[in-house]
């Protein structure tokens, strides 16, 4: 199926690895500087060919088993979004190192240097070392918008130079996915300014002691306290939360906690699979969907769906 990703977004990760969205299962170019040539590169028109004729990309998986769930899958929202007119970078999504102070569950040393121990223990050598990518050349001025990723973006002041190379900033929206450990310097307020908005995305796993638990080194207070930066700067926010079978039991804490705000999106965990929903028993699920169908929640039918459908296989 068509997607608007192959003719307007640029993801770059830690180790200079280009993707076509977050959700791509590999990498389709290398980075070296120039975010104009990777959209214009052969990798991007080989996928707007296979896109357009209707060919089958195994890399898009998850799209197609959300959709097939009667989910809106980041595909479609990418085509509500954007055209499939002349290919420019207009979402750029970036993270300029994988330097995180946090061993959260499910995560690897990809995204976070702190996993390098925990591998190191696991398997006796980590799986990636510290990552980052070559200096940012330019930022195209049909860039819209600019999602910072991880690592954790706010440890170091790393995502200034690349927003001072926007040559429009007036016109682009900036976001930040966070763990909420590091609250954001003074003097960064005076680049910000001079941008359409700023927002963050809160990676929030549970409610106090759970949150602290499955995202390792985490301290709640600390959420909390970002929170209240963002409420008393007039800086938006929303909530992201993987879910996996270390914190399903406390989703009703969740729902209580988060839908005292207005933003909020569950995402399923489906690596490692040793973490996924599917492990669990079929009592487990029973009771998760009990509990699930009694609240209200982003994404509540797609998530049933997804249990119900594991359970009709084990049938």
């Given amino acids: ?30 980075f070296k500087g120039n975010l104009e040539q990777i959209i214009n590169g052969p990798e991007y028109i080989e996928l707007r060919e296979r896109s357009t004729t209707g060919d089958y990309i195994p890399e898009c998986q998850k799209c197609f088993d959300e959709e097939a769930l009667g989910h809106k899958s980041l595909r479609m929202k990418l085509n509500e979004e954007y055209t499939f007119d002349t290919p420019v970078v207009k979402f750029l999504e970036i993270g300029m190192d994988n330097l995180c102070n946090l061993v959260c569950d499910g995560c690897i040393s990809e995204f976070s240097s702190s996993w390098i121990i925990k591998e190191k223990q696991l398997y006796g050598a980590p799986l990636n070392k510290k990552l980052s990518i070559d200096e ?21 002041d790393k995502h200034l130079s690349v927003l001072k190379l926007h ?73 992201n939360t993987v879910l996996h079978r270390n914190n399903w039991f406390d989703l009703t804490n969740l729902v209580n906690f988060i839908n005292e705000y207005d933003d909020w999106y569950i995402n399923l965990l489906t690596y490692p699979k040793n ?41």
């Fill in 167 to 239: 040559p429009n900033p007036s016109e682009c929206r900036i976001i930040y996915n966070t763990n909420c450990s590091y609250m954001p310097k003074l003097q960064w307020k005076q680049q910000w300014s001079k941008f359409k908005s700023i927002h963050f995305i809160l990676s929030v796993d549970g409610v106090a002691e759970i949150n602290e638990k499955v995202r390792g080194g985490s301290v709640w207070q600390d959420t909390l306290d970002f929170i209240e930066y963002c409420k008393s700067n007039n800086y938006t926010f929303e909530f």
């Fill in 136 to 156: 940012v050349n330019s930022i195209p001025d049909t860039v819209e918008k600019i999602l910072f990723l991880g690592g954790e973006p706010l440890i170091t």
């Fill in 275 to 315: 973490l996924a929903l599917n492990t669990l028993s079929t009592t487990e699920l029973h009771t998760f969907l009990q509990k699930a169908e009694s609240l209200t929640f982003p994404n509540k039918i797609y998530i049933l769906n997804y249990v119900k459908d594991i359970l009709n296989n084990r049938l």
């Fill in 1 to 30: 199926m068509k997607c608007s990703a192959f003719w307007n977004y640029v993801n770059v990760r830690p180790g200079n690895r280009v993707y076509p969205c977050c959700r791509f299962k590999q990498p389709v170019a290398t």
